[in-house]
């Protein structure tokens, strides 16, 4: 199993900011995963997938980190009824992989700039629907170092939200297969263009920064509305092509970006007396 100690880890995120780490362990297998049971028991080791969602700051992360950037990243099984995802699993690798074998329902998660574990982690979501809502079961390592099956019914999730219990990391899902949906051998490529069309998938960034308030209010309708497109702290930046996307351009710090958010939080609660909740977690 490789294990890497005080390199970048910008180099680990899709927005390209953070310190140095201390310890990044890289398992392959459950097997890796079970040898490091003690460094999972700690409530300070990260679990990081592709690295979107998440930001590291100036001065660095001084614990453990776990890394399934080449946890069993190729696996996926199906049958009439169901398929089987390790996590490690690019969301839109699997995406393509229903669209080739004509399995309609996941066309959705294509352009999800993460693995189907950091999916599960967050409830992923876009085009109206949401990772969660396929679920049939999940396989976790608990805190404890041990592993269990979860069932859907057993796991309460909300919007962007998921109580993890206990759960650690999550190794593979089972997700079902709707018979009764139509395929649309277009609508991958349809859901393809609006992302490219319409948020900045080419620049760095860690994806949507805020939640929606609600079903009928987006976070980047608050943010356009307020005129802050033209808003930049340091490196850090709000997109001109998603104004809930912060961009940095290349020289940009973790301490520019919380800055930013601060603004962005002051400004829409000032002028909608709504406070935005982060979707970004920043360690």
Known sequence: MKTLKQVPLKDYTTIRIGGESSDIYFPESIDDLILLKNIIASKKTIILGKGSNIAFKDHGYKHSIISLKYFNKNKIDDNTHQINVMAGVSCARFAKYCHKNYISGYEFIHGIPGSIGGALAMN????????????????????????????????????????????????????????????????????????????????????????????????????????????????????????????????????????????????????????????????
């Not at 999730?157 to 593979?172: E, G, M, W």
């Not at 760095?204 to 808003?231: H, Q, R, T």
Request: charge should be positive; charged fraction near 25%.
């Open 124 to 283: 992923a979501g876009a085009f109206g629907d949401d990772i969660w809502n396929h679920v049939i079961s999940v396989r976790c390592i608990l805190n404890n170092g041990s592993v269990k099956n979860f069932m859907r019914n057993e796991i309460k999730t909300s919007y962007r939200l998921v109580n993890k219990f206990n759960i650690k990391i999550f190794l593979d899902v089972i997700f079902s297969i709707d018979k009764h949906i139509k395929f649309d051998k277009l609508l991958l490529s349809k859901y393809s263009k609006n992302r490219t069309d319409t948020q900045p998938i080419k620049q760095w960034s860690s994806g949507c920064i805020f939640k929606n308030p609600s079903k009928d209010i987006s976070a980047s309708s608050l943010i356009d509305s307020a005129n802050l497109e033209k808003v930049k702290i340091g490196g850090i930046y709000i997109s001109k092509k998603h104004c809930n996307y912060l961009i940095n351009d290349g020289s940009g710090t973790c301490q520019d970006l919380e800055e930013l958010i601060r603004y962005i939080r002051n400004r829409i609660k000032n002028k909608y007396n709504i406070l935005l909740d982060k979707e970004i977690c920043i360690y």
